[in-house]
């Protein structure tokens, strides 16, 4: 993934279970819908000793880590439900041979 | 026999390798008494698999295999061994020792059900990441030849320079991927110690039910087993993963079955990247590899998941190995 402003590539870090992207080149910081929401809460909770686990956003899990050199719509930006066109096509095709 | 005889028909394709390896199949399925005449059996026989590097085929339930041309007689039998003695991970095979056919070896095996290529929702998933942590788990025996997976990625890339007439960018940035990789997944170095037991070359059509159809699942092929870095064995999913092509919850429902029976590829918890993202790049980088040989010499374009391993490629070099995903800098 290139950084949006000056095209360097974006690493992606995770943080407290957050992936975050962030430039190599510009130091900015790239979030995907619901990572703001979930650094926020994760910063209330270390200031708030026992916090109850908020049930409302479900709508967004974590998605397992994945390797920047990845897809973009895969890997740590899933959950956006773009799996579905590749998986038929690729199931019987590549992930069965060699 | 009804799913047998289909257009798979050994009959219709009976080159001389076909032909013997019928012969093996059927004598190996029906053994004669000395000095009992042979009937026909009217079973089916069927080609599972032609290519250059095997050809497998099956009568009743018997299947057998003809190994690649050059496969070493001693190191085969090192691998049959260790299928022998490990059924709980392997399909064990009929025999332990190779028959000579022509210029080809040949081993015998009891037929298993594959996994069905047209039913994702059916993949076994948490039985491959537990076979394979047994096998990780299974101390090498001595004398074990090393793993063939990065072997298999080098000669894939091979093919690759090999085939290339002209510089087309989709190749160069195969090769460029390929280059950038550490010199132990090129199979120019030993790979990392300490090894464990590795299959190899792992995908979905190394599974077998056996007893079929609902035994429990083996692995198939051991001819790439050996001693390697068993991130490896993990690889290949862990690159469908990164690639697209894996659902996010599968890969997670084999990553978590794989901890869980204790494999010692990856840390138990935490970001198992550091250690997948090597045999990851250079799976992805075989796989590329493999289909852009095969659309150059169909001269056809690549459909859209041969691009998304292309693509992929294209972009390792501005993510150089190293520290992983996760990790502070």
Known sequence: MQCPKCHAPMHTYNRNGVQIEQCSGCRGIFLDYGELEALTRLESQWSQPAPPPPAAPQAYPAAPAAPAWGAPHGGHHGGHGHHGHHRHKSFGHMLFSS | ?329
């Open chain 2, 1 to 329: 026999m009804t799913a047998d005889t289909d257009a798979h028909e050994a009959a219709h394709t009976a080159t001389p390798l076909v032909t013997t390896l019928k012969a093996l199949a059927t004598g190996t399925a029906h053994p004669r008494t000395p000095g009992a005449a042979r009937t026909p059996c009217g079973c089916g026989t069927t080609l599972l698999a032609d290519r250059p590097d095997a050809t497998v085929l099956r009568h009743a339930g018997t299947v057998v295999k003809a190994h690649a041309p050059g496969t070493d007689r001693s190191a085969l039998t090192g691998r049959l061994t260790v299928a022998a003695r490990l059924p709980d991970v392997f399909l064990p095979p009929l025999a332990t020792t190779a028959v000579p056919l022509g210029d080809r070896l040949a081993t015998s095996w009891p037929y298993g059900a594959p996994v069905d290529p047209e039913d994702p929702d059916a993949a076994p998933w948490e039985a491959a990441a537990a076979l394979l942590a047994r096998l990780h788990r299974t101390p090498a025996p001595p004398g074990l030849p090393p793993m063939r997976g990065p072997a298999k990625a080098a000669r894939a890339v091979a093919l690759l320079r090999a085939a290339r007439t002209t510089p087309a960018p989709a190749a160069r940035a195969v090769l460029a991927a390929w280059a950038a990789l550490p010199a132990w997944a090129r199979a120019e170095a030993p790979m990392p110690e300490p090894g464990a037991l590795c299959h190899g070359d792992l995908h979905l059509g190394q599974l077998v039910r056996h007893p079929a159809p609902d035994g429990p699942w083996r692995l198939i092929d051991v001819d790439d087993l050996g001693t390697g870095a068993p991130a490896w064995d993990l690889a290949r999913p862990a690159a469908w993963y990164a690639c697209g092509l894996l659902p996010p919850d599968e890969w997670t429902r084999f990553l978590t079955a794989y901890r869980r029976h204790g494999g010692p590829a990856v840390p138990a918890d935490g970001d198992p990247w550091a250690a997948l993202d090597v045999p990851a790049r250079a799976l992805t980088v075989q796989t590329a590899a493999r289909v852009l040989t095969k659309a150059l010499a169909a001269d056809r374009p690549l459909d859209e998941v041969e691009q998304a391993m292309v693509d992929a490629c294209a972009r390792m070099p501005s993510v150089p190995p190293g520290p992983a995903p996760g990790s502070p800098d």
